[in-house]
């Protein structure tokens, strides 16, 4: 004990400097020792790597994405933007969101396109790889709500998002149990 004690006080000693009376022990630094009576300070720094610019992508409602027989214009989006390689749509909810879409397990999903493709007869194409896709689950957070997702830049670039509500399971026709 007393070895861990003596082992302690020695690094106290040489790592942070005493100072008893008029005499001085002081920290080394990386730019040599401190003169006695000198000011020192210590400043952090970091390296982040910047953040891509963001772009804000036009975004509208699909009813036509949507399963058949939920009511998409419950979704009232605000923006849609491509930052690097992700997309993120937010928005809100116009009314509270009902057991009906809680039943079937709704959830918000994304949907992002590229500019019609002239070689390939005008078509879009989906750019959000669906393993990253994000969905919003209906009926949490509140009245408001964020789905994301990663873009394949080999297909494409987005141009347009398109939110849609989407079932997760199959109603199985019970009754009300109410």
């Not at 000011?39 to 036509?64: D, G, H, I, M, R």
């Not at 419950?74 to 809100?92: D, E, H, K, M, R």
């Not at 057991?99 to 959000?128: C, H, I, K, M």
């Not at 957070?141 to 079932?167: F, H, K, M, N, Y």
Request: glycine letters at 12%.
């Amino acid at each position: 004990m007393r070895l861990v004690i003596a082992a302690l006080g020695a690094l106290l000693l040489v790592g942070a400097g005493i100072s008893i009376g008029r005499w001085a022990v002081p920290s080394q630094s990386a730019a040599g020792p401190i003169p006695p009576g000198a000011t020192t300070s210590t400043s952090t720094s970091s390296t982040s790597t910047p953040e891509a610019p963001s772009t804000a992508l036009p975004v509208e409602v699909s009813s036509q994405l949507s399963t058949s027989g939920e009511d998409a214009t419950i979704l009232v989006p605000s923006s849609c933007a491509v930052q690097g390689s992700s997309i993120t749509a937010n928005g809100s909810f116009d009314r509270t969101v009902t057991t009906g879409y809680l039943r079937s397990g709704d959830v918000v999903e994304l949907y992002a396109y590229t500019a019609p493709v002239p070689s390939a007869s005008n078509q879009t194409f989906q750019v959000v790889k669906l393993a990253s896709e994000k969905p919003f689950p209906m009926g949490t957070g509140g009245g408001t709500w964020e789905v994301s997702g990663t873009i394949d830049s080999q297909i494409g670039v987005p141009q347009r998002c398109l939110v849609a509500v989407q079932a997760t399971h199959a109603g199985m026709g019970a009754g009300n149990a109410y």
